[in-house]
């Protein structure tokens, strides 16, 4: 469980740390980048933390880089956590052969087939193994932990705290993939990662989740899910569904349990993200009881 | 004159737009990306402009993406435009083979030299053919512009600045490149483009040219000079040389002119650049006559 400093930078008076580590469950070297605010970096200070999950195609560089979450972060003294996004430098080809299977497309699941049974686990890696690490590790608390992602990204910070819905204080989402057994990109994954019987998929469907733990009595109901969800996203109609999730909160009569938020005309890309990042740390934040204070 | 539309995102309730166009100093087709704020991008309302020059390796990109100025510009109801920083697909060998000369490269200066003078026209594009060709195609009002840029683009905006003092109502930089005739990538660069005469290559360096505009009483003393600077950088020593700043600033009492600023520990990236971002947009604004309103 030790780390390997790859690179550090300062960063709105805290460190960017990009550490590379051998993981259990993915049989791999795994890289993320961590931001740690001043409290942390400077004191060792134990901070909260927001694990923020990438999509398709991303690295743990993207939502780093380009998301402009760190700013607000460090006026809450909060931690930010970039997964990668799959395990990394297996020895067979089909890993890097496509966008939507493989590398950069683990899909937060755990796959039960050959020959992604070895290394994709990243429903274990980002909800076990991580935060073991970070906890043994860093000055982070990770009895106070929340959650977000982008597309496949908010996929998985979906489906983790429905499946762990006391580890986190609270999950947000930016374009998330709603309905994975339905979206184009989980009709092709899923069967591949998991076998053709469609019930093994429905773990990793947040829609399906969502009825699941509502139907049995274990959906929270003292957190509030934060989606944002651009207009003009070209994914929306076949792999993302938000229509979906909006017409169960409706069923349902779960409107305030939801902030589902249509944002006029943006896209699927980090331009989208970073306008409404501060939203997002500001609704982790006040879940975690942290002020505007630094 | 006319623009072609290579992409276009929402971005802080403006416009993100990518665009190419035929350069005819440059003679060849440039690209640039240009935040819109709200107040232009949906009602062409003439905005004032502010150019954000990259640093070697970069393209148009780097700065759009990762700087996080879009958000403070657009309550500001300022324009970016992120120039790319070279001319690009001319067809000789050497523009593509090394990362301090040629592609990514352009220095900001004008070629006298084969194979760069046909092309390698830098200094007169950003500070002549762009602003043309903005004024001419979108809301941006030319006669309100101002000027920053990071390592090379710090050193680009510092000397297009300087030979243009009227045309720029501020400036400012994050870690630029000084000293081009003493730093190792002006050393290098310089004679390919300019030729072995060393006197002709002052006119592309920033202390030559405060030191030349001092002493011929021609150097503004209404605006103040912006420059920010990482302590851990490690670029600093060799090639941006902000001592030498700092000691002719001393020498001449020309401290009310500029704010020099060591960053402690910061380093010469982007995480660097997002941590000050908001306070050089808030430097130019002030400058431009606008207040956060929108």
Redesign the interface.
Known sequence: MTLTLVSQ?????GL?TKYTHVSAVNQCTMTFNVFLPKTAAEHQTKVPVLYCLGGLTSTEDNFA??A?A??RAAQYGLALVFPDTSPRGVDFAEAGAREDIGYSAGFYLNATQAPWNKNWKMYDYISKELPQVLSANLPIDISRSSITGHSMGGHGALTIFLKNQTAYKSVSAFAPILHMTKANWGRFALPKYLGDDESTWKEYDSIELFKLHHAQKTLRTDINVLIDQ?T?DKFLKDNLHTEDLIEFVKKEGLENQFTIRY?????H????I??FANDHVDHHAKALGLTLSH
Do not use: E, I, N, W
């Not at 944002?263 to 896209?267: K, R």
């Open positions: 930078s300062k960063h709105f008076g960017l880089q380009k402009g760190a700013s651009g003009g944002q006029d005309g943006y896209d890309g980090y331009f989208f970073s306008t």
